[in-house]
């Protein structure tokens, strides 16, 4: 395993801490947590409570086992209510790779793959590109940072840590996966970092001191009885990690 003892690089990389300022804090509810009956209604909810983007998690039930949620028709039902929302759509699917022409067709803003389930990632990131569209690299729990994965996180906008193992909201937050999220914040001083799973305020700062700046959180939003506030808080968690990221 490579710890933060021994700092790993790529061409682009260097470690420039302090430069965190430039990157945006933004908070994306996850509407897995929401009431699923009613998806438009608790997507047009987050975001006049100051959502930054729409996290959208489609689980087909194989590559997290038993785990269903919606696909691409539900997406563009979505998309055609929300025209101008920036939709994080997260893929917890079986070749992953084979949905970036639909995601681009269906109006998804960024599509996040999983290292562990894409055949060839860097060819996907590529191919994104090319198509228009904002790619992730998400990354499970087991998975550890090392010289190969990190030349292909290069390609990526954004690396997202998974914060809990893939498949379901209301787990507990994993702190044992901060030391990766510094790793990726060292080598890769200026690109999105994404945690997803037990996000909380507390969380949140936790996170963001150890180098992320977006934050999707599923439970801690919508079991809130005000949205608007849950998000605030959600925002000045990560900016108060941030800050301690700098003084660090
Ligand atoms: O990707 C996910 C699970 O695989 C969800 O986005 C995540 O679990 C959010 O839910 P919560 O904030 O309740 O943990």
């Not at 420039?16 to 996850?30: D, F, Y």
């Not at 084979?98 to 060839?120: N, P, Q, W």
Request: with cysteine.
């Amino acid at each position: 395993m490579v710890t933060s003892a021994s700092p790993l690089r790529v061409s682009a990389g260097g470690s420039q801490q302090g430069s965190l300022s430039a990157l945006p804090i933004r908070v994306g509810p996850s509407v897995l947590a929401g009431d699923l009956s009613k998806l438009a209604f608790e997507t047009r909810r987050v975001i006049r409570a100051g959502a930054d983007y729409i996290h959208l998690d489609m689980f087909d039930g194989n590559w997290v086992q038993g785990a269903f949620t919606f696909g691409p028709m539900v997406v563009k039902a979505l998309r055609d209510h929300e025209p101008r929302a920036y939709f994080d759509v997260h893929l917890c699917v079986m070749r992953p790779e084979e949905y970036l022409e639909e995601m681009k067709h269906i109006g998804v803003s960024r599509v996040t793959l999983h290292f562990e389930a894409t055949r060839d990632p860097g060819a996907a990131a590529n191919r994104a590109h090319g198509l228009g569209l904002e790619i992730g690299l998400a990354l499970a729990p087991e998975t550890q940072v090392d010289e190969k994965l990190l030349s292909i996180a290069e390609l990526f906008d954004v690396v997202l840590v998974m914060t809990v193992p893939p498949g379901f909201g209301g787990q507990s937050f994993m702190p044992e996966m901060l030391p990766k999220l510094r790793q990726l914040r060292e080598v890769f001083p200026t690109k999105a970092l994404e945690v997803d799973g037990g996000v909380t305020p507390t969380t949140a700062a936790l996170a963001a001191a150890a180098g992320a700046n977006e934050a999707v959180a599923g439970s801690s939003v919508f079991h809130s009885r005000n949205l608007r506030r849950a998000i605030r808080e959600l925002r000045h968690g990560l900016e108060q990690g941030q800050q301690t990221w700098q003084q660090s």
